[in-house]
Structures are given as structure tokens and as C-alpha cells.
């Protein structure tokens, strides 16, 4: 077996700290993320139909970006990111979503062929050269695999791109609803297999960081979105009020994340029989909730700019539904690390989905207060909850069985 291959995968002893590089990966992701926002809040003059449509079509881009974050993270953590060949890939796979942010806002109309070209590249392109460098060893099928189902998809990201405009949208849903039900099969190829995530060798301390950096990314974005709204208004009793809670919400969102569970998974990943069958469990949860913060930070925008806006439906999508998604990907972070789902967190959504009907048609800085008042109960009913308690320990209930791999390929 040809020794440099077999040194691209990372050895037990590699840090499972993230590499200064992958830092600098994740500073596109910051510029990428308020550009969806951006396009979320393009869509709030839409009303019913029109308004779940302008949605949809942001979460189709979204979830493109993800899928591109996702399986750069899941190659860092398996292959030795200080290698050079690694570094070329995330540098390439960095552009490419560089070039995906900047079209986003108009990649369903003029700018389509340059977001399909970007995200065709990196995901038929990052595993060929990764297979390249892999030459004569088992995981090199794995690669391939990858590269086998982006080139199977790579016509209808083109494709919707030259097309009509009017077929773009379909065929850009199935191509990714193909690249989605691909990663979670594992890839399968006739005669080959599959390969699925769940079994794959992963450093999983260096996994779970990075799950926590790209909630801190939109964490990040939420802060910008703040900052920059607030500086561009003309300085008010009511903007500063809708500032200081939108500042106070996010601080929230990040205590509510990181209480206990948010600090386990790195546990957890290392004692899971399985750590992929747990990672790709997270991949799930983190998508629901960097969802949820991204939403949060449109009303935010809104409420900075016009605090007595009318609350009517499509911004309480927003200020409410946010949190509301929120709080459900962290309730389903709470099973994956203690195996339960704590009162709180179903209190604290029960409580934001009884807002809804109250807060219709009133000022939009109320129904912030209020969400706030809502998330800052349940970050104080957790403090309660561990009180003069010792730390708890990881008790997922996912991957605690079957084989530590599935192959000598994984």
C-alpha cells in the first residue's frame, strides 16, 4: 500500500482541534449565511403562498451551502487536514462556496449558472482528488463513490441552470434531493455497495468542534445582521430597545445550545460504539438549528428597522418561528446526548407556538420582548435543573451498537 495515501487519514494521535485553515474555511460560511438572510428578507413583502414559496426556494439554496459545509467537515475530520492535498481541497472547496454566497441572492434567476458551476465543481471535483491521492488504498472507493453520484447530478445542476427559467426550480430540488438521500445511503453503486456516514472512521472530538463553530458562525452572522441594521437607522428610544433584545435573544440562544449538551458531544462522539451513526445524527440537528438561528436574525432586521411594524404572519414566521426551530434541533440535540428530551425545552415551544394568536397584528418590538422573555425562562429553568448538581455525563442512545466500521473501506 503506497505510503503517502495511507498518510492522508488521520492518525489516532492527530489533534481533534480545528487547523487555523479550517477557521479561515469557515470565514466564507459567515459571508454565505447573510446572504441568505438577505434573501429571507427579500421574501417578507410576499404574503401566503407566495411568502412559502420565496421561503422554500432560500432553504433549496441553503440546504446546496450545507451540503458543501457538511461533507468538507466530515473529510477534515477523516483525513489528516495538514496534509497538502487536504489543504488544496478546502482551499478549492473555500472558493467555490465563496462563489455560491455571491450568487445566492439572485442564483435562481441570472446568476444559476455560476452558483451550479461552483457547487458541481467542489462535489465532483473535492473527490477525485481525493481518490487521485488515494491511489492503491481501500477508502479510495469512498471518493469515488462521491464523485459517481455529483457527476449523476451534475446535469440537472447545469441543466436547470441553461434550462428555462421556469424548470430550473424543479430540477434543482431533485438534483438535491438526489445529493441528500446519496449521503444519507452512503453512495450506493451496483456491485460496490455503499458507504454510509454512519460507519465511516472519524476523529469525532474534531467532528463535534466543528459542529460547534458553525452554530457559532450563525451566532456570528446574527450579531452582523444586529449591528449593521442598528447602525444604519437613525438612533431612537424604540431602535436602541429592539437592539438591546435582539442582542439579549442571541446571548440566549447561545447559552440554551451550550448548556451541558452543547459541551458533550464531543464526549459522546469518543464513546460511541459508532461515532458516525452519531455524527450523522448531529449533521441533522445542527442543520435544524443554524436554520433556526438564521431565521431569528430576519426579524431581528426588521424589528431594528420598523420596531412598530404590524406583526402579521409572515414576521411572526420569523421572530416566532425561529426559535420555535430552534429549540426543537435543540431538543433533539438533548436525545442524542442524554438520550431524553427535558421540560423545559417543550414548555418553552408549547409557550412560543400560544404567542402566535396574541402577538398577530401588534407591534413587532412586543413580540421580541415576549420570544425573549420565552427563551430566557427556559435558559433559567435549566440553571435551576442543574443547580448543586455534578456534571452529567454523555448517555446517548445513538451508537451505542453495531460494528465500528462496516468495511475495510469505512
Do not use: C
Not at 450568487?103 to 435562481?108: N, Q, S
Not at 454523555?394 to 468495511?407: K, V
Amino acid at each position: 500500500m503506497d505510503e503517502r495515501a495511507a498518510a492522508l487519514l488521520r492518525p489516532p494521535m492527530s489533534s481533534a482541534r480545528a487547523t487555523f485553515l479550517e477557521l479561515f474555511f469557515d470565514l466564507v460560511f459567515v459571508f454565505a449565511l447573510t446572504r441568505v438572510s438577505q434573501r429571507l428578507i427579500n421574501s417578507l413583502p410576499a404574503t401566503g403562498w407566495s411568502l412559502a414559496a420565496a421561503v422554500g426556494r432560500t432553504v433549496l439554496l441553503f440546504l446546496a451551502l450545507w451540503m458543501v459545509w457538511t461533507i468538507t467537515v466530515w473529510v477534515t475530520s477523516r483525513y489528516e487536514p495538514e496534509q497538502a492535498v487536504i489543504q488544496a481541497v478546502v482551499i478549492g472547496t473555500m472558493f467555490a462556496s465563496l462563489l455560491m454566497g455571491v450568487a445566492l441572492p439572485r442564483a435562481l434567476e441570472e446568476r444559476a449558472l455560476p452558483f451550479a458551476v461552483a457547487y458541481v465543481a467542489v462535489m465532483f471535483g473535492r473527490p477525485i482528488v481525493i481518490a487521485a491521492a488515494l491511489h492503491g488504498h481501500p477508502r479510495r472507493l469512498v471518493p469515488l463513490r462521491l464523485a459517481a453520484w455529483a457527476g449523476g447530478t451534475a446535469p440537472l445542476w447545469l441543466g436547470g441552470a441553461l434550462g428555462p427559467d421556469e424548470m430550473r426550480l424543479p430540477l434543482w430540488a431533485l438534483a438535491l434531493t438526489v445529493d441528500y438521500v446519496a449521503l444519507f445511503t452512503g453512495w450506493p453503486l451496483p456491485r460496490l455497495g455503499s458507504s454510509p456516514t454512519l460507519g465511516w472512521r472519524i476523529a469525532g472530538e474534531h467532528l463535534a468542534e466543528r459542529y460547534q463553530q458553525i452554530f457559532l458562525i450563525a451566532l456570528g452572522e446574527s450579531i452582523l445582521v444586529i449591528g449593521v441594521t442598528y447602525s444604519g437607522e437613525k438612533f431612537s428610544a424604540e431602535a436602541a430597545g429592539a437592539f438591546v433584545v435582539a442582542f439579549v435573544t442571541t446571548a440566549l440562544l447561545w447559552r440554551i445550545y451550550f448548556h451541558r449538551a452543547g459541551r458533550l458531544l464531543g464526549e459522546a462522539l469518543r464513546l460511541a460504539r459508532v461515532p458516525g451513526r452519531l455524527g450523522t445524527s448531529a449533521t441533522i440537528t445542527h442543520l435544524v438549528i443554524v436554520l433556526g438561528v438564521l431565521t431569528t436574525a430576519v426579524g431581528y432586521e426588521v424589528v431594528i428597522a420598523e420596531p412598530f411594524h404590524r406583526s402579521d404572519a409572515a414576521l411572526l414566521l420569523f421572530v416566532v418561528g425561529g426559535p420555535l426551530l430552534f429549540l426543537v434541533g435543540r431538543a433533539r440535540f438533548e436525545y442524542e446526548i442524554f438520550g431524553r428530551v427535558s421540560l423545559p425545552r417543550v414548555l418553552g415551544g408549547g409557550a412560543l407556538l400560544l404567542l402566535v394568536p396574541l402577538l398577530a397584528h401588534g407591534p413587532a418590538v412586543r413580540a421580541l420582548w415576549l420570544v425573549a422573555a420565552v427563551l430566557a425562562g427556559v435558559a433559567l429553568a435549566d440553571a435551576w435543573r442543574s443547580r448543586g448538581r455534578p456534571p452529567e455525563m454523555s448517555a446517548s442512545p445513538i451508537g451505542r451498537r453495531g460494528p465500528e466500521s462496516s468495511g475495510p473501506e469505512a
